[in-house]
């Protein structure tokens, strides 16, 4: 009964262990949405900028409660975005403990590629994708046979727009992360991912067809990326081979 009870034990630990690091992460991402939520209005102003930049000067609110509800998801999107290190760094510590040193060691490449590449994604797509996408999007108006035909892009809608392009190119980014994890863990093979390159190439498309308007500059400037990202995973993988190689002889 004693070994019972002293086999409980540590899994009660790691219960709780989980209990605080969630609730941390919690907590971390309520102070991030109630600070974001002060400061909604002038997010919503640097996230309408490429409106401006397409030459659309007006936004239009259709919902009694549509600038209300705006200002909620404008918090929640930017508080997530903030508070994303913070959960982070939860998630090291309650798995850290369980890792090897050498494992720890592969693992933190990852942990610091991963806000630096969903920022560069995000990057293309506020900078040249959304702005380009808008410029075509907004080009159906003008004089329809005596009817004058004006785009005025509806605040919700264009909210969803905007996070749709940041979280989708993002998270596409994330790409050379994703198999250089899923080599590090023996389900795929460099000589595999090589194998498949044309299948990476349809699929770069596919993704960017699924994710940006039916304008080809925007598919181009997801889908492009994401092939050079393929490569850029398959060089990170023959150089973290070759570092394994190495550590061979000297751990025998």
Same mark, same amino acid.
């Given at each position: ?22 609730? #941390?992460?919690? %907590? ?9 939520? /002060? ?33 909620? $998801? ?6 997530? #975005? ?5 959960? &982070?760094? =939860? ?8 890792? /090897?040193?050498?494992? $720890? ?6 942990? +610091? &590629?991963?806000? &630096? ?14 702005? #380009? ?7 159906? =108006? ?42 590090? %863990?023996?389900?795929?093979?460099? $000589? ?16 960017? %067809? ?8 925007? =598919? ?8 050079? +990202? ?21 751990? &025998?």
């Amino acid at each position: 009964m004693n070994e019972i009870d002293e086999s409980r034990a540590p899994l009660l630990d790691h219960l709780l262990e989980l209990r605080r690091r969630l609730l #941390m992460s919690f %907590a971390a991402l309520a102070v991030c949405f109630g600070v974001c939520l /002060y400061f909604a209005r002038p997010i919503f102003a640097f996230l309408v900028h490429p409106l401006l930049a397409a030459g659309q000067s007006k936004i239009i609110n259709t919902q009694i409660f549509g600038g209300f509800l705006v200002e909620i $998801k404008i918090a929640f999107f930017a508080g997530m #975005m903030v508070s994303f290190p913070i959960i &982070a760094n =939860q998630i090291w510590q309650f798995v850290a403990p369980g890792l /090897y040193r050498n494992e $720890k060691r592969a693992m933190l490449p990852f942990l +610091l &590629a991963t806000p &630096a590449l969903f920022i560069a994604g995000a990057s293309l797509a506020y900078f040249i994708a959304i702005p #380009m996408a808008l410029k075509f999007l907004l080009g159906f =108006q003008g004089d329809l046979n005596g009817v004058q035909q004006q785009a005025l892009p509806d605040v919700n809608s264009y909210l969803s727009f905007v996070m749709q392009f940041l979280f989708g190119f993002g998270i596409s980014f994330l790409l050379p992360v994703l198999l250089m994890l899923l080599e590090r %863990a023996g389900i795929v093979t460099r $000589k595999q991912l090589i194998g498949a390159r044309r299948y990476a190439i349809v699929g770069a498309f596919a993704i960017a %067809a699924v994710l940006t308007p039916p304008d080809v500059g925007s =598919q181009l400037l997801l889908a492009i990326p994401l092939v050079f +990202l393929y490569e850029f995973a398959l060089i990170g993988i023959w150089l973290t081979e070759r570092g394994r190689k190495k550590q061979e002889p000297e751990t &025998a």
